[in-house]
């Protein structure tokens, strides 16, 4: 009978995947989502209770209340241990059942109004006295049958005298499905409980007596197959007495025949003789005998001894780089420098190169161009995504369809021990439960160890050093720092306008005029269209994009030339968008006017340079500062440094001291749909402030970058090339620097080097004495 003073209490909830809990049952679990995180740090804050009720379908990652029971267990959190990856471990004690009444709050946990029920026992029921013993009975059938149980449980279970909790101990040392376990868990009375346990258990020994015949039927034709393998043996040895055995002997001749061509080292040598001499005593037609013709062949089709010569010209390398690639001047510079060391010192454990730059600048093809120069074979391995250690390192031969890794597969589909073997995305490695393939790489890509590169598979070393190794990336972020330690990198930056329109007109248009069937005078696109395509179409640092636009205008023109039998198809800037629709991009232009409170700032992107307009407008208040435009930490940072910065020099600046009394300060940057952040406005958004509050406006030619310090000092940014290329396209006159970056316009092209004007500072005083329009102050205020 259940008790009519059930309590109504509020608790943090974690759904369960794959778990039941009983009262009186302890169960440890992995949490990782982030909701039962926080969940548990409620509890753990709190009286240490939680409800643990269980999912309905396992495979649900974001669960709603509809996606768990209403029924769980209350539960006592007795311990909680940190795994690495954001896991936590966590042993609870299950206390007694309850009943979702309310979902309170779903974010940032689940929170839930929970019925406790407190069942009382019954006194002297003999209906309850035979259904307890009926259950212990069966239970005692179900270990015999099972044997999965300890007998050592049946003890411990016959000394329970309360019926509700029999039924719980026994229902959480049975293996039943959430569904059977749920259906336990919901019956609240004893008496209710024992019966669906009761039923459950008769069902099970059932299934189980099943399976022993099953298992029984099974052992008999595997003792009948063992008698037909030992038949077989004997037949063989009448074979061979009779001379009848030449075709499996021919195979093993053939083998040893191969290890006298291949000449392997002697370690190898001795591991394939082993091999081959246990394949000679095991039936033609055994499991394990296809195992080892599979390793022995892996072992002699790999080139041991084979490599290519390598053809070390530095100025047929200089003009095959040219050929594949327009511009990377210092990337060519250091890839010849790399290759005229490998000609003097040829033996040379050179450094491992990694190629970092944004997606689509050509990091790829300029592994090809390398190996293409020194006359060697290609290989690439993509590593994006990959996880599992045995990628690299290959599965144990004991596994089933166990194969070597991919570095030693490359290296025998190449056919040569010395190929140039090509990292890709080496930024986005990952690590599972399967290992850590990132620390396996160590290994390949330090000379020092890829001498004796051992796969699990071959289980004899093989010699990695003749190997070129180049990897590329994204970013360097993501690389673990003892693998990037091992490599030398070289920055692929993006490609300037200019850069991007001569790779169009040398290369992307001709290649795609050539595969999309057309002859070279059947498409003409003028330079200027190719410059709209490339600022309006694209937007980024490589020219991946710019070549899918080419592609659509090429697809479009292959159309009209059979549609309307037209010879040649011009494509101009006034006929651009019948091609390729409206403009995608627009860039930012100098503004018609000097303005009070709007400075020009220049940002470094993922795609390249931009112009940020920043706005900045006082209003009648209480001093608060507002930030909008998806602003990041680090440019709310410099927006409050800059505050106290003006509020220092206050009276030097002409500005009311009790500004920030009196007035609210609004700063914005447009397109607020897109996050800004980073250190690069510090100075702008100071400016902009001055300018409002002091009434003078901003030259509308100057542009500029970097942070500022509480005491007016202009600290060195990043992404000056990429900022100054973006100020030339906006019509920029000026550009202020900070003084500390002069270093960085070596990057600069010359030719737009000599369209602005650098102005390189040090300190806010000189950013307000080049961007402030002097005697023209407007009183907006």
Same mark, same amino acid.
């Given at each position: 009978?259940?008790?009519?003073?059930?309590?109504?209490? /509020?608790?943090?909830?974690?759904?369960?995947?794959?778990?039941?809990?009983?009262? =009186?049952?302890?169960?440890?679990?992995?949490?990782?989502?982030? +909701?039962?995180?926080?969940?548990?740090?409620?509890?753990?804050?709190?009286?240490?209770?939680?409800?643990?009720?269980?999912?309905?379908?396992?495979?649900?990652?974001?669960?709603?209340?509809?996606?768990?029971?209403?029924?769980?267990?209350?539960?006592?959190?007795?311990?909680?241990?940190?795994?690495?990856?954001?896991?936590?471990?966590?042993?609870?004690?299950?206390?007694?059942?309850?009943?979702?009444?309310?979902?309170?709050?779903?974010?940032?946990?689940?929170?839930?109004?929970?019925?406790?029920?407190?069942?009382?026992?019954?006194?002297?029921?003999?209906?309850?006295?035979?259904?307890?013993?009926?259950?212990?009975?069966?239970?005692?059938?179900?270990?015999?049958?099972?044997? /999965?149980?300890?007998?050592?449980?049946?003890?411990?279970?016959?000394?329970?005298?309360?019926?509700?909790?029999?039924?719980?101990?026994?229902?959480?040392?049975?293996?039943? @499905?959430?569904?059977?376990? #749920?259906?336990?868990?919901?019956?609240?009375?004893?008496?209710?409980?024992?019966?669906?346990?009761?039923?459950?258990?008769?069902?099970?020994?059932?299934?189980?007596?099943?399976?022993?015949?099953?298992?029984?039927?099974?052992?008999? #034709?595997?003792?009948?197959?063992?008698?037909? =393998?030992?038949?077989?043996?004997?037949?063989?040895?009448?074979?061979?007495?009779? &001379?009848?055995?030449?075709?499996?002997?021919?195979?093993?001749?053939?083998?040893?025949?191969?290890?006298?061509?291949? @000449?392997?080292?002697?370690?190898?040598?001795?591991?394939?003789?082993?091999?081959?001499?246990?394949?000679?005593?095991?039936?033609?037609?055994?499991?394990?005998?296809?195992?080892?013709?599979? =390793?022995?062949? $892996?072992?002699?089709?790999?080139? $041991?001894?084979?490599?290519?010569?390598?053809?070390?010209?530095? +100025?047929?390398?200089?003009?095959?780089?040219?050929?594949?690639?327009?511009?990377?001047?210092?990337?060519?510079?250091?890839?010849?420098?790399?290759?005229?060391?490998?000609?003097?010192?040829?033996?040379?454990?050179?450094?491992?190169?990694?190629?970092?730059?944004?997606?689509?600048?050509?990091?790829?093809?300029?592994?090809?161009?390398?190996?293409?120069?020194?006359?060697?074979?290609?290989?690439?391995?993509?590593?994006?995504?990959?996880?599992?250690?045995?990628?690299?390192?290959?599965?144990?031969?004991?596994?089933? &369809?166990?194969?070597?890794?991919?570095?030693?597969?490359? !290296?025998?589909?190449?056919?040569?021990?010395? %190929?140039?073997?090509?990292?890709?995305?080496?930024?986005?490695?990952?690590?599972?439960?399967?290992?850590?393939?990132?620390?396996?790489?160590?290994?390949?890509?330090?000379?020092?160890?890829?001498?004796?590169?051992?796969?699990? =598979?071959?289980?004899?070393?093989?010699?990695?050093?003749?190997?070129?190794?180049?990897?590329?990336?994204?970013?360097?972020?993501? !690389?673990?720092?003892?693998?990037?330690?091992?490599?030398?990198?070289?920055?692929?930056?993006?490609?300037?306008?200019?850069?991007?329109?001569?790779?169009?007109?040398?290369?992307?248009?001709?290649?795609? !005029? @050539?595969?999309?069937?057309?002859?070279?005078?059947?498409?003409?696109?003028?330079?200027?269209?190719?410059?709209?395509?490339?600022?309006?179409?694209?937007?980024?640092?490589?020219?991946?994009?710019?070549?899918?636009?080419?592609?659509?205008?090429?697809?479009?023109?292959?159309?009209?030339?059979?549609?309307?039998?037209? +010879?040649?198809?011009?494509?101009?800037?006034?006929?651009?968008?019948?091609?390729?629709?409206?403009?995608?991009?627009?860039?930012?232009?100098?503004?018609?006017?000097?303005?009070?409170?709007?400075?020009?700032?220049?940002? $470094?992107?993922?795609?390249?340079?931009?112009?940020?307009?920043?706005?900045?407008? %006082?209003?009648?208040?209480?001093?608060?500062?507002?930030?909008?435009?998806?602003?990041?930490?680090?440019?709310?940072?410099?927006?409050?440094? &800059?505050?106290?910065?003006?509020?220092?020099?206050?009276?030097?600046?002409?500005?009311?001291?009790?500004?920030?009394?009196?007035?609210?300060?609004?700063?914005?940057?447009?397109?607020?749909?897109? %996050?800004?952040?980073?250190?690069?406005?510090?100075?702008?958004?100071?400016?902009?402030?001055?300018?409002?509050?002091?009434?003078?406006?901003?030259?509308?030619?100057?542009?500029?970058?970097?942070?500022?310090?509480?005491?007016?000092?202009?600290?060195?940014?990043?992404?000056?090339?990429?900022?100054?290329?973006?100020?030339?396209?906006?019509?920029?006159?000026?550009?202020?620097?900070?003084?500390?970056?002069? @270093?960085?316009?070596?990057?600069?092209?010359?030719?737009?080097?000599?369209?602005?004007?650098?102005?390189?500072?040090?300190?806010?005083?000189?950013?307000?004495?080049?961007?402030?329009?002097?005697?023209?102050?407007?009183?907006?205020?």
């Amino acid at each position: 009978m259940e008790d009519n003073k059930n309590k109504v209490i /509020k608790l943090p909830l974690i759904p369960l995947r794959g778990l039941s809990i009983f009262p =009186y049952m302890v169960l440890h679990f992995d949490v990782g989502r982030e +909701k039962s995180i926080k969940a548990l740090e409620e509890a753990i804050v709190k009286d240490q209770l939680i409800f643990l009720t269980t999912q309905k379908e396992i495979d649900v990652d974001l669960p709603t209340p509809e996606d768990f029971y209403e029924v769980g267990t209350i539960s006592k959190i007795k311990q909680m241990l940190k795994l690495p990856g954001d896991t936590i471990r966590v042993l609870v004690e299950g206390i007694s059942r309850g009943k979702i009444k309310k979902v309170i709050d779903e974010e940032p946990f689940f929170s839930v109004e929970v019925e406790e029920y407190k069942v009382k026992e019954y006194k002297e029921d003999k209906e309850l006295e035979a259904f307890m013993r009926a259950v212990l009975n069966s239970f005692e059938d179900y270990i015999s049958v099972s044997n /999965k149980i300890s007998p050592e449980v049946l003890i411990t279970v016959s000394t329970i005298e309360e019926a509700g909790r029999l039924a719980d101990v026994i229902a959480s040392h049975m293996l039943l @499905k959430t569904e059977q376990k #749920q259906e336990i868990l919901e019956a609240f009375d004893p008496k209710d409980r024992l019966e669906v346990l009761y039923k459950l258990l008769l069902k099970e020994i059932e299934i189980l007596e099943v399976e022993k015949e099953i298992n029984t039927k099974v052992r008999k #034709q595997i003792n009948r197959l063992q008698k037909e =393998y030992y038949l077989k043996e004997q037949l063989k040895a009448i074979r061979e007495e009779l &001379g009848e055995d030449g075709e499996y002997d021919s195979e093993i001749e053939e083998f040893y025949e191969r290890i006298e061509k291949a @000449k392997l080292p002697k370690e190898v040598e001795k591991k394939v003789y082993k091999e081959i001499d246990r394949l000679s005593k095991l039936a033609p037609g055994s499991a394990e005998g296809g195992v080892i013709r599979t =390793y022995v062949n $892996w072992i002699l089709d790999l080139p $041991w001894n084979k490599k290519t010569k390598d053809n070390i010209d530095i +100025k047929r390398a200089k003009k095959i780089l040219d050929e594949d690639h327009y511009g990377l001047h210092f990337v060519k510079e250091r890839i010849l420098e790399y290759l005229a060391i490998r000609k003097l010192a040829k033996n040379m454990k050179g450094p491992i190169i990694c190629l970092v730059g944004p997606p689509g600048v050509g990091k790829t093809s300029i592994a090809r161009s390398i190996a293409r120069s020194l006359n060697r074979k290609f290989v690439r391995m993509s590593l994006g995504g990959v996880r599992d250690e045995a990628e690299i390192r290959g599965h144990r031969r004991t596994y089933v &369809g166990a194969i070597p890794g991919r570095i030693i597969s490359a !290296i025998k589909d190449a056919g040569f021990k010395n %190929p140039v073997f090509l990292f890709d995305e080496i930024d986005k490695l990952n690590s599972d439960f399967r290992g850590d393939p990132a620390s396996a790489l160590l290994e390949v890509l330090d000379p020092e160890q890829n001498k004796e590169f051992t796969d699990r =598979y071959l289980e004899v070393p093989f010699d990695l050093s003749n190997v070129m190794f180049i990897t590329t990336a994204n970013s360097l972020g993501t !690389i673990p720092r003892p693998l990037l330690d091992r490599m030398e990198v070289i920055e692929v930056s993006g490609y300037t306008e200019e850069e991007k329109i001569v790779i169009a007109e040398k290369y992307l248009v001709p290649k795609q !005029i @050539k595969e999309h069937g057309m002859k070279k005078n059947n498409l003409q696109i003028s330079k200027s269209t190719l410059r709209d395509i490339v600022n309006y179409y694209t937007r980024e640092s490589g020219v991946r994009e710019l070549e899918r636009q080419i592609a659509t205008i090429c697809r479009k023109a292959a159309r009209q030339i059979v549609e309307n039998n037209k +010879k040649v198809i011009r494509v101009t800037k006034s006929n651009l968008k019948n091609y390729l629709g409206i403009p995608k991009y627009r860039y930012e232009k100098v503004r018609n006017e000097h303005e009070v409170g709007i400075a020009t700032g220049l940002a $470094w992107t993922r795609v390249g340079g931009d112009t940020l307009f920043i706005e900045v407008t %006082p209003m009648k208040g209480t001093g608060k500062l507002v930030l909008t435009g998806q602003l990041g930490d680090v440019m709310k940072e410099s927006a409050r440094a &800059g505050l106290s910065y003006i509020r220092s020099k206050a009276g030097e600046l002409n500005i009311d001291e009790e500004f920030y009394k009196n007035l609210d300060i609004h700063i914005h940057i447009p397109e607020g749909a897109i %996050p800004k952040d980073g250190p690069s406005a510090g100075i702008t958004m100071a400016t902009a402030v001055i300018s409002a509050l002091s009434g003078i406006p901003i030259n509308k030619y100057v542009a500029m970058t970097g942070e500022i310090t509480l005491r007016g000092r202009v600290l060195p940014v990043g992404g000056i090339k990429e900022k100054v290329l973006a100020a030339n396209r906006a019509g920029i006159k000026k550009v202020l620097l900070p003084i500390e970056n002069k @270093k960085d316009l070596s990057e600069i092209p010359e030719s737009v080097k000599k369209k602005l004007e650098f102005v390189f500072v040090s300190h806010m005083d000189q950013v307000l004495e080049h961007a402030l329009v002097k005697g023209d102050r407007k009183d907006e205020n």
